[in-house]
């Protein structure tokens, strides 16, 4: 940093000493009251957090330099973080009081996006997950971390597991090796913030030694883990993280649990998009999330995020969830009271992560007892009750009696936010404590006295005193009686109209207050952090309790929901039949404008009759909305929620495949078709029996014939195959309603409307029978579309619509030349002499409805061609 031939201050020699160890990290630097950044750091740092920037001359040399106070690190930290930086804070390792020479310095944290436990950095809501991911040989390995709870997670899988996994745990860091840089942005795209680790933290032996040792364990086995290899790799990646950046006191990371795709239903990146489960496409939007979440506490609203990405299979536990739901759902009083009694359990899971680091104030640990405290009545409330599942729940909260009996014997109830603020430790608890806190605080009474006791002896009456920050006590006494004042006092300042005195006795006085409350302070901290040590042993019973307190929060969420929004219980089954009488769309219904009721509908799907229901209707009448209804109510019935519907028999379903037809999500430089029929593939290559698809308007990124031609394969091969998904199919391709004569388990349903003269009228009932036409003009009127424009649409579709009535290959599409300028060839063009071969040798008795389409389609590239060379 300092120019060859200029001597560099100690300090900044100390600073570079540092520096050089952090590169990649932004290094706050504590000097005195500040934290200081130098050079290219101070430059990053102003622009982020608007500080001034300025020059320190570092011994002849100029270098940049921008600082802010230390008691405002809480303020800027998580600014830095949020914009993405690693920040090392560098602290004063010693007393700059107690040394003479420069003061010891070190990195006491290294905070990163991944890696938080500050509160301002933390969403109460949403979990802060650091996550790893390592590329094996033809599998992959992945580990996610919340340092702020100590959840910790491992699974393996393929590359569309491992995508499923980013996508349901949203970490805020992702540690792969330097060497995957490249394999990862191809297989997860660029937009997730990573950190890349040296390669050789990544190896098997060396993370399964760092989580041995992490746990104290001889063997990885009781987490039932063991044969996870690539799994293993990622966690100790990230234990071996967390102890680089100096998080170091871990006792809080109890568990490692293995996270299995079998164990949940399937759902893939585009299908969380899709249901807008926890985002939506539009910034206005609301996710379901929103509209669901009647949690109280924080553990709760984490929970409830978790159980929306990985819905259950097990009949089971869903049965057990909605008995309880259902519980509660009848009795709003106790309801009532236990939501009331979760109100106040604060965030149980991430105070006693802060005990296991070390990082608890005073004032939270006593939020922590507090939060304890009302464990109590709620399990009163619940132990007893005539519902097992909910009993067994009671009956399993600790409220941990001793933990809070030791809490509020050592400390006071109103404990501030840090030693040294305000008395932390309650009185009784140390007999020293009070002596010294007797003697500290005595001192006005003292001084009274001798106030009292000098005023008599000398005969002065306006004695004063008094003290500053220059001579600490004095004496103080006005002039007119300065003959009086005795021999023995010193003499300390003169003023206009008065001297200043100090006293041996004044000076004995000061130092042992003095003394005193240093001892206090010094006092206080030991015995808190001998408490906070202590505490360490109730780690695991209070992470039991977070987690109780989370499922209960959940369930009395869904029950209030249910109340509210007037949903009913699922008959959940173990068969593969869906059926939905009167169901709602759970978000929409909440969006409507008022006076406007959502129209219920009915709809069933089942591998033996009804497996694929096509569904036609205009634009805007209501298709997607039964499409995404469909799949959540099976969804919210799924991770144990009532749902939006008068009545609901549902089979247990293991995937939820939906697509949406191309519209502007255009990835990757893929062509929108391309991206749709990718996207199509997969669900192919993947469905189950019990897998439920919902395809919408797919085969619209292309021309129309293409299209329709794609549509209609790809629904006669799910048709066709073994497994019969069970499927919703909306379309605007009337075409595809032709299929329900040919395919016994193809059902057209249209969303009803009625037409007007020039208007239609959205019913938004869902009825069988196919649909005509799409109603794309009548959209286009209501977007006021100007009317030379809709008139002309009409008329070329009266034209499109009578050329394709008979045998829509013998009337290829003929417009009048001033309508159309289509009219581009000659009729004795040679390539209207091989069109007409080509349909004069076709069977139209044999052609099935593909071929049909297919040949036109070979028709229209013909024609294409043609046009692409006469112009
Ligand atoms: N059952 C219903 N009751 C009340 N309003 C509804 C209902 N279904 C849909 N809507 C309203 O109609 C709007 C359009 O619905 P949706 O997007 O499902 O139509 P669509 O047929 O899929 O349209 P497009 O073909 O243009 O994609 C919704 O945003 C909602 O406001």
């Not at 004032?363 to 009750?385: D, Q």
């Not at 005023?455 to 006590?473: D, E």
């Not at 009721?597 to 694929?612: G, H, K, T, V």
């Not at 009825?767 to 070329?796: D, L, T």
Request: aromatic fraction near 6%.
């Amino acid at each position: 940093m300092a120019a060859k031939g200029k001597k560099t201050t100690p300090l900044m020699m100390q600073y570079n000493g540092i520096k050089v160890k952090y590169p990649d990290a932004l290094l706050l630097f504590r000097v005195g009251d500040f934290y200081e950044t130098f050079g290219a750091d101070a430059e990053k740092a102003a622009g982020i957090l608007d500080i001034v920037l300025t020059q320190r001359n570092n011994g002849g040399d100029q270098t940049a330099l921008a600082g802010f106070p230390h008691h405002a690190l809480n303020t800027y930290l998580p600014k830095l973080v949020k914009a993405g930086q690693r920040v090392a804070i560098c602290d004063q390792l010693e007393d700059p009081k107690q040394t003479k020479t420069i003061v010891k310095r070190g990195v006491t944290e290294l905070v990163t996006p991944g890696v938080s436990l500050s509160d301002e950095l933390l969403q109460a809501k949403a979990n802060n997950f650091l996550a790893a991911v390592h590329f094996g040989a033809g599998r992959l390995g992945i580990s996610f971390l919340d340092i702020s709870t100590g959840e910790f997670f491992l699974a393996e899988g393929d590359q569309t597991d491992i995508d499923k996994w980013l996508q349901n745990f949203e970490p805020k860091e992702i540690l792969v090796s330097k060497k995957h840089r490249t394999d990862f942005k191809e297989a997860f795209g660029a937009s997730h913030h990573c950190f890349f680790s040296e390669d050789w933290i990544f190896q098997e032996d060396y993370s399964r030694e760092t989580l041995t040792g992490h746990f104290n364990t001889s063997s990885l086995k009781g987490f039932g883990v063991e044969d996870l290899s690539m799994g293993i790799i990622a966690a100790g990646a990230v234990i071996h993280y967390l102890k680089e950046t100096q998080h170091r006191q871990l006792g809080h990371i109890t568990s490692l649990r293995r996270l299995s795709s079998a164990d949940y239903v399937w759902m893939d990146r585009f299908t969380i998009q899709n249901l807008e489960l926890f985002q939506t496409r539009d910034q206005r939007g609301v996710p379901l999330l929103n509209v669901l979440d009647k949690t109280r506490s924080p553990m709760g609203g984490r929970l409830l995020r978790r159980w929306l990405a990985m819905p259950l299979k097990q009949l089971d536990t869903i049965r057990e969830r909605h008995k309880i739901v259902g519980y509660f759902k009848e009795r709003d009083s106790l309801l009532e009271i236990v939501r009331e009694h979760l109100g106040r359990t604060g965030d149980l899971e991430r105070l006693i992560a802060k005990v296991a680091a070390g990082k608890i104030t005073p004032r939270e640990t006593v939020h922590l007892k507090n939060a304890l405290e009302t464990l109590i009545p709620l399990k009163g409330r619940i132990s007893e009750v005539a519902e097992p599942a909910l009993a067994r729940l009671g009956k399993a909260i600790n409220p941990c009696d001793a933990l809070r009996e030791r809490i509020k014997a050592v400390l006071l109830e109103e404990a501030p936010a840090g030693i040294g603020k305000g008395d932390s430790i309650a009185p009784g608890f140390s007999e020293e404590l009070d002596e010294l806190r007797g003697l500290a605080r005595s001192g006005k009474a003292y001084l009274d006295q001798m106030l009292e006791r000098e005023t008599k002896r000398t005969g002065i009456t306006s004695l004063k005193i008094a003290s500053n920050n220059v001579f600490g006590y004095y004496i103080e006494v006005r002039n007119t009686h300065k003959d009086k004042v005795p021999e023995e006092w010193i003499r300390k300042q003169t003023l206009v109209n008065a001297e200043r005195y100090i006293t041996e006795e004044l000076k004995e006085y000061e130092a042992k207050i003095l003394g005193a409350e240093e001892r206090i302070l010094e006092l206080e901290q030991q015995l808190f952090n001998q408490l906070v040590v202590w505490m360490q042993e109730y780690i695991r019973d209070v992470q039991e309790n977070a987690r109780l307190v989370a499922q209960l929060d959940c369930l009395c969420g869904f029950a209030q929901l249910s109340r509210e929004c007037d949903y009913s219980a699922p008959a959940m089954t173990d068969a593969t039949d869906l059926k939905i009488i009167g169901g709602r769309h759970p978000v929409i219904e909440r969006q409507l404008p008022p006076g406007e009721a959502y129209i219920p509908n009915d709809l069933i799907l089942n591998r033996e009759e009804q497996q694929l229901i096509v569904i036609t209707g205009p634009n805007m009448s209501g298709k997607s909305a039964i499409l995404r209804q469909t799949a959540l109510i099976v969804l919210l019935a799924q991770i144990g929620s009532y749902v939006p519907a008068e009545a609901a028999i549902l089979g247990i379903v293991d995937k939820i495949f939906t697509r949406v037809g191309a519209s502007d999500n255009i990835s990757l430089g893929e062509s929108t078709f391309m991206v749709e029929m990718n996207e199509a593939a997969s669900i192919l290559n993947n469905l189950s029996d019990r897998s439920l698809i919902l395809l919408d308007e797919i085969g619209r990124g292309t021309s129309t014939y293409d299209g329709i031609s794609i549509a209609w394969a790809i629904a006669e091969y799910l048709h066709e195959h073994p497994a019969r998904p069970k499927t919703l199919f909306a379309t605007h391709y009337h075409e595809l309603n032709e299929m329900a004569s040919l395919f016994p388990r193809v059902k057209n349903f249209n969303v009803a409307v009625k037409e007007g003269k020039e208007k239609v009228l959205f019913l938004r009932k869902l009825e069988p029978g196919g649909s005509h036409h799409s109603f794309g003009i009548h959209v286009a009127r209501m977007a006021g579309m100007p009317n030379p424009v809709i008139q002309k649409a009409e008329k070329i579709l009266k034209q499109l619509e009578k050329s394709h009535s008979g045998d829509a290959l013998e009337a290829p599409v003929t417009l009048e030349k001033d309508e159309m300028q289509l009219s581009f060839f000659q009729l004795d063009d040679p390539l209207l002499e091989q069109i007409r071969d080509e349909i004069l040798h076709l069977d139209i008795d044999r052609l099935t409805p593909v071929e049909a389409l297919m040949k036109l389609n070979e028709i229209k590239r013909l024609l294409k061609a043609k046009k692409s060379l006469g112009s």
